[in-house]
């Protein structure tokens, strides 16, 4: 549709960014802090660890007077669970509390709106030696982890994210999951997993909205547009598959808590039918999230699955479709650039999946995670130019506004990342941050904080309220 005249951003538009525990802290093992699963995986060769980070654990304050100084409105950032609960469950650490607050102290004097995201990947490794998610007690640890949140934060945090990216821990369970992957049949255990995550995210909605009347939560899975590879009715029908499997199966069971028919069926068909229990149904139907928040970062095309073994691809990236025999095969779009990553790049599906969202759930929409990972250089006197990275963002920030323009209800854009820090498993020289941190993959050097041309760009585009966008 076009338009002759664009709706401004809303007043108040939380305009931020995003982090995550285990990619900026570092202080992996400080003040009782238990390990995750990601501190006790492999890293693939040539990458560094999650160990230092970007030391945000002790450079929160200068960080956050940065992000103050760009303007933000809003600062997502993630909890470690071991921070607080080292075994996952049982004693609490006082430390990892004392931590919290400090920072959440920091961000509200400056201002900006805290926006927490209770877990992104990183599962406490004692409660992965238990089974992790394929074990029901990992959901009253959650439970009881959800609690200590709301009790400890909730006069502070007004906005709660449930789990970052679950679709992408279970169709990418071997890069980002928790599922052994030698299983007999490990995506049965997957969608086992997924269900108690579900089942979890909803008693941690319920609890929120029984404690803390006036705070938000919502789910924060990656919801992109999946097109078909041609027009043929065989690729729509596999578009229509991957959505349903991809993307509706977490927003369907967060919002109207069942599993959609496709979903079902898909589970039926291929052996994944989850053990369910007496209660879990009622507890998801139950939960209602405020808002849906969600990460984008490519659309995906895919084509029927032609079944004669060339349907699964590569699986070792969350933002490349994988394929499954039967079900979809993963393509390419003819139409879009990719980025350094093989990502294509797509910022008219990012208005597509806004107003595919909102229909679809009507609900207020945020966006938790947007952005380009590059290879960024630190040039003589502490420059650095990204003009690619303004280019991206400046493009997806105008189909918000037209998406906005569309009826959809947008209340903010927290793009990836606000600091440099380290990709799921790509090391540290993908970066995405306004401002870089002045270390490599294994020589840490001073971590010194160096604001980059988008950091000044981002500046001004916040003070106009995304009207300067250029
Ligand atoms: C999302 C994750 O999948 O993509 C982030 O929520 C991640 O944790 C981001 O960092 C970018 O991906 P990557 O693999 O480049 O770090």
């Known amino acids: 549709m076009k338009h002759n005249k664009l709706k401004p951003f809303p007043k ?11 990619q900026i802290e570092g202080a992996w093992n400080e003040d009782g802090k238990g390990p995750s699963v990601i501190d006790m995986a492999k890293y693939p060769e040539g990458t560094t660890d999650f160990k230092v980070a970007s030391d945000h654990y002790h450079h929160y304050k200068e960080d956050i007077s940065l992000l103050a100084e760009m303007g933000y409105k809003a600062y997502r950032f993630s909890i470690a669970w071991t921070r607080l609960y080292p075994n996952g469950s049982g004693e609490l650490n006082p430390k990892g509390i004392e931590f919290y607050n400090n920072l959440i102290n920091e961000i509200v004097a400056h201002g900006i709106e805290p926006i927490v995201t209770m877990y992104h990947f990183d599962l406490p490794y004692a409660l992965q030696q238990k089974g992790g998610w394929s074990n029901r007690e990992t959901i009253d640890a959650f439970e009881v982890y959800a609690q200590t949140l709301f009790e400890n934060f909730g006069d502070r945090v007004n906005y709660w994210l449930t789990i970052n990216e679950q679709n992408m821990m279970i169709l990418h369970g071997d890069a980002i999951g928790t599922v052994d992957p030698n299983l007999e049949n490990p995506k049965k255990e997957l969608y086992q997993q997924n ?9 941690a909605m319920n609890l ?14 990656n919801i992109v547009s999946i097109y078909p590879a041609s027009s043929k009715p065989e690729d729509i029908m596999a578009a229509h598959n991957y959505s349903a499997i991809r993307n509706w199966l977490y927003l369907d069971m967060a919002v109207f808590g069942r599993y959609n028919a496709t979903a079902w069926n898909y589970f039926q068909e291929k052996g994944y039918v989850p053990t369910i229990l007496d209660g879990d149904m009622e507890v998801l139907a139950s939960a209602n999230p405020d808002f849906i928040a969600f990460n984008y970062y490519t659309s995906q095309t895919v084509a029927a ?3 004669d073994g060339s349907d699964v691809g590569h699986t070792g990236d969350q933002h490349i479709t994988i394929g499954e025999p039967g079900v979809y095969k993963g393509a390419t779009n003819p139409n879009l650039k990719k980025n350094e990553f093989g990502w294509e790049i797509d910022p008219v599906g990012f208005r597509n999946t806004l107003r595919e969202i909102y229909d679809r759930y009507n609900l207020p929409l945020i966006i938790t995670e947007n952005g380009l990972g590059a290879f960024d250089k630190l040039e003589e006197g502490d420059v650095v130019n990204d003009p690619y990275r303004i280019d991206f963002l400046r493009k997806h920030i105008e189909q918000m506004q037209l998406a906005i323009t569309d009826g959809v209800e947008v209340f903010g854009f927290c793009p990836w990342s606000a600091i440099d820090l380290i990709s799921t498993h790509q090391g540290c020289s993908k970066r995405y941050g306004f401002i870089f941190v002045n270390r490599d993959e294994f020589d840490l050097k001073d971590l010194r904080r160096i604001r980059k041309q988008s950091f000044y760009w981002y500046k001004e585009l916040i003070a106009t309220n995304g009207e300067k966008l250029i």
């Open 208 to 221: 929120c909205h029984q404690m803390l009347p006036n705070a938000k939560i919502g789910p924060a899975p």
């Open 12 to 22: 108040g538009f939380f305009w931020g960014g995003s982090t995550s525990a285990y």
């Open 195 to 203: 269900h108690h995550m579900l089942v979890a995210q909803a008693k």
């Open 305 to 307: 699955s032609e079944e």
